[in-house]
C-alpha cells in the first residue's frame, strides 16, 4: 500500500476519535451549564441555614471541641477520565495530613489510592451527572454513620447554654473548587468553628416552637446534608470543567495534526504521481 494510501487512512482514524472526543466535550459542556444552576441554589440554602445556625447558637453555643479528635477526609476525586491529573493533585494535597481515614469517592480516585499508603475507610462511585448526585450523597452519609467514632447517634444535651455534639469526630472535605481552581480542604464537623468569635446580632434568644435540643439535632441533619449536596456539585462541575479543557486540548492538537498529515499526503501523493508519469514515458520510448 502506498504511503499516501497509509496516510489517508490514518486521517481517517484521527477523524473519527477526533469526532468522538468532540462529542464528550459536548457533553461536559452541557453539564456544566446543567451543574452552575443546581450550584447556585445549592449554595443559598447553604448560606441560609449557616445563618439560622449561627443565629441560634448565639444564645445556645456549641462547646469547645475536645484536644484528642479522630480526623476523618472525605475525598472528592473523578469518576471518569479525560480530566488530566485531577485525582494525583488531590492525594498529593493530603500526602502530608495526619488523617486517621479517608472516604474516597469516584472510581478513577480508588484506583489511584492504591499506589498511595493512605487508610481508605471505603470508597464509594462517584456521579456521572447530576442528576446522580443525591444516590451518591445517601451513599456518602451512610459511610459517615458507619464510622466507629460517629456510631450513627448524633447525641446532643443542651443545657446552661451548651450542646454537646460527637466533637471527637473531625470531617474536613477536600475537593477541588470550580471558581478558584484550587483544592480546598473544608472542614464541616465540628460546625462552624468561628462562632465563638463573632458579635451578637440579636439581643434576645430565637423564639423556638422546639426544644433547643430536638432543634440543633435536626438543624445539624439539614446543615450537613445540604452542605455535602453543595460540595458534590462542586466537584463534579469542577470535574466537567478539567474534562471541557483537557478534551479542548486533545480536539485541537489532533485538528492540527491532521491538517499535517493532509499535507504529507498530498506531497507523497504528488511524488506518487510523477512515479507513474515517469514509469509511463519511459515505457512509451521503449517501445
Given at each position: 500500500m502506498s504511503r499516501s494510501r497509509n496516510l489517508q487512512l490514518h486521517i481517517c482514524q484521527m477523524e473519527e476519535i477526533r469526532t468522538i472526543l468532540n462529542s464528550m466535550k459536548n457533553l461536559a459542556f452541557i453539564e456544566t451549564h446543567k451543574l452552575a444552576r443546581f450550584q447556585i441554589m445549592q449554595g443559598q440554602a447553604v448560606v441560609n441555614i449557616e445563618q439560622t445556625a449561627m443565629d441560634f447558637l448565639d444564645f445556645y453555643p456549641l462547646p469547645v471541641a475536645k484536644d484528642k479528635v479522630t480526623p476523618i477526609c472525605i475525598l472528592l476525586g473523578a469518576e471518569r477520565g479525560f480530566c488530566g491529573d485531577f485525582n494525583e493533585s488531590l492525594i498529593n494535597s493530603i500526602a502530608s495530613e495526619a488523617?486517621?481515614?479517608?472516604?474516597?469517592?469516584?472510581?478513577?480516585?480508588?484506583?489511584?489510592?492504591?499506589?498511595?499508603?493512605?487508610?481508605?475507610?471505603?470508597?464509594?462511585?462517584?456521579?456521572?451527572?447530576?442528576?446522580?448526585?443525591?444516590?451518591?450523597?445517601?451513599r456518602l452519609i451512610d459511610a459517615i454513620s458507619s464510622l466507629p467514632v460517629y456510631g450513627?447517634?448524633?447525641?446532643?444535651?443542651?443545657?446552661?447554654?451548651?450542646?454537646?455534639?460527637?466533637?471527637?469526630?473531625?470531617?474536613?472535605?477536600?475537593?477541588?473548587?470550580?471558581?478558584?481552581?484550587?483544592?480546598?480542604?473544608?472542614?464541616?464537623?465540628?460546625?462552624?468553628?468561628?462562632?465563638?468569635?463573632r458579635t451578637l446580632r440579636y439581643g434576645n434568644p430565637p423564639v423556638l416552637n422546639l426544644?433547643?435540643?430536638?432543634?440543633?439535632?435536626?438543624?445539624?441533619?439539614?446543615?450537613?446534608?445540604?452542605?455535602?449536596?453543595?460540595?458534590?456539585?462542586?466537584?463534579?462541575?469542577?470535574?466537567?470543567q478539567r474534562r471541557l479543557q483537557h478534551l479542548e486540548g486533545a480536539v485541537n492538537h489532533l485538528d492540527d495534526e491532521t491538517v499535517i498529515l493532509r499535507r504529507k499526503s498530498l506531497i507523497y501523493r504528488q511524488e506518487e504521481i510523477t512515479e507513474e508519469i515517469e514509469v509511463i514515458l519511459l515505457n512509451s520510448e521503449i517501445t
Open positions: 488523617y486517621s481515614g479517608i472516604i474516597a469517592i469516584g472510581s478513577r480516585l480508588r484506583d489511584r489510592l492504591v499506589d498511595y499508603p493512605l487508610q481508605v475507610i471505603t470508597s464509594i462511585e462517584g456521579a456521572n451527572v447530576a442528576e446522580e448526585v443525591p444516590a451518591i450523597l445517601n450513627g447517634d448524633m447525641s446532643l444535651t443542651v443545657g446552661a447554654g451548651a450542646a454537646h455534639v460527637a466533637p471527637e469526630l473531625q470531617l474536613t472535605a477536600v475537593y477541588h473548587d470550580n471558581e478558584t481552581g484550587q483544592i480546598v480542604q473544608r472542614r464541616i464537623f465540628p460546625l462552624f468553628p468561628g462562632q465563638q468569635q426544644e433547643p435540643s430536638v432543634f440543633l439535632s435536626d438543624l445539624i441533619d439539614h446543615y450537613l446534608f445540604a452542605v455535602l449536596h453543595e460540595i458534590l456539585y462542586i466537584s463534579l462541575m469542577a470535574e466537567n
